[in-house]
């Protein structure tokens, strides 16, 4: 009986340590970044008294913050025309590896590594842009948002999509990867495409 043959990862790093670093089991985002979610949202709700009313509002607007955020950072870093080498590495090392290797299942989420970086000056402009009392409860509904792209994400590589809404991003986003066409930077929504003109015009076997 023929044997499925070990995958073998795109090496980013001379260093073992970085190496190691760089790859991830899709469960540890979760593990990593749910307590501090939780934690956040517990000490907005409680520490500030928030009502219900204003939970839901800072959870659409964390949530829909997160969407534009996946939206730049896609567009613009992930995807950024660097011309130096450095750079040209940089962008590899962050995004152009997966191009490269899609279905390499330990790089279909981010590691906490590089995670945790971009989450704390991400947290540093909120708390700059955002009354204290909300500060907490919207950073644990944007890191929500970070989590449910994430497992979009991998799951669009990985699973077969059954409900008609995930069915629906898997194969947009696989379009961004495979299409040949510009575009198509959100995963977990169209939405900011739409709203700035990156989503392809659909051709007929496209909406098959």
Known sequence: MATETP?????LFENDLLER???????????????????LLWRGATGHDLGAGTLALLAIAGLVTWTFTEYLLHRFLFHFPARGRLGQWLVFLFHGNHHDDPKDK?????????AIPIMAVLYLLFSALLPAAWLDAFSAFFIVGYLVYDYIHYASHHFPMRNRVAKFLKHYHLKHHFSGQSG?????????????????????????
């Open 106 to 114: 330990t790089r279909l989420v981010m590691p906490p590594a590089g």
């Open 7 to 11: 995958h073998q990862s795109i090496r």
């Open 21 to 39: 670093l760089s790859h991830v089991h899709p469960i540890t985002p979760l593990l990593f970044w749910g307590p501090v979610a939780a934690w």
């Open 184 to 208: 198509r930077y959100g995963v977990s929504s169209p939405l900011w495409d739409m709203v700035f003109g990156t989503r392809p015009a659909e051709t007929p076997r496209d909406s098959r």
